[in-house]
Structures are given as structure tokens and as C-alpha cells.
Nanobody, 127 residues
Framework: QVQLVESGGGPVQAGGALRLSCVHS????????LAWFRQAPGKEREGIAA????????KYSDSVKGRFAISRDAAKNSLYLQMNTLEPADTGMYYC????????????????????WGQGTQVTVSS
């Protein structure tokens, strides 16, 4: 199973920016899909950005499209989430997830298709 460690969260003012990082390890096999999810208190976990590594094709939820950007550096085994124009509604725990099986495009923001998860990093956006 893939090990994932997130970092980069913290407090930020509305309108500000943060960059989350996730380092993955524990496998020499291909990781087909990497993604970012978030969970606010009392809410379900929400898939917000995903990348299909063989093509570096990306997918975003409507809630973050145009403000967030997912990217990766294969040489550093790292996944990133650049978050711009942050809003209080973006507050939550952010998780990195991985799947070593291919996931169909329309399923890439669904948590049940990912089998490895990080411990999360907290993002708090104040108004």
C-alpha cells in the first residue's frame, strides 16, 4: 500500500493562497491516480482535484475549478495543490489519496475508488 504524507496547511485570510504538498512512498508500481479530498466539520468528504498520471490529465470539482490547481513532480514522488483566492468555505481537513488501479474519468473524484490515504492537513480560511 502507498504511504502518503501531506503538508502545507495552516491559517490564511480570505483571498489568500496556500500550496499543499503530498509525498508518496512505499511502492515501485505505478500509481494511476492521485487526488485531493477535503472534509469540513459535519460534512462528507469531497473530492476536489484528481490527476491521472499516465496522461497527467486533471479533473476538478465545480467548487474549486478556476481557483485550485493540481500538479505533480514524479521525480520527487510529490503531489501538489495550489489553492488561490481562498474562501471561508474552503476550510477543512485536506487529504491526499492514491489508487494503483486505473479509475474511470467520471469516478476520479469519488473516495471509494482510492485505497491509500494520508493523515490530512488542516486549512482554515478566515474572513
Amino acid at each position: 500500500q502507498v504511504q502518503l504524507v501531506e503538508s502545507g496547511g495552516g491559517p490564511v485570510q480570505a483571498g489568500g493562497a496556500l500550496r499543499l504538498s503530498c509525498v508518496h512512498s512505499g511502492t515501485t508500481s505505478i500509481i494511476f491516480n492521485l487526488a485531493w479530498f477535503r472534509q469540513a466539520p459535519g460534512k462528507e468528504r469531497e473530492g476536489i482535484a484528481a490527476i491521472y498520471t499516465p496522461l497527467d490529465s486533471t479533473k476538478y470539482s465545480d467548487s474549486v475549478k478556476g481557483r485550485f490547481a493540481i500538479s505533480r513532480d514524479a521525480a520527487k514522488n510529490s503531489l501538489y495543490l495550489q489553492m488561490n483566492t481562498l474562501e471561508p468555505a474552503d476550510t477543512g481537513m485536506y487529504y491526499c489519496a492514491a489508487s494503483q488501479e486505473p479509475i474511470k474519468s467520471y469516478d476520479r473524484l469519488h473516495a471509494q475508488y482510492y485505497d491509500s490515504w494520508g493523515q490530512g492537513t488542516q486549512v482554515t480560511v478566515s474572513s
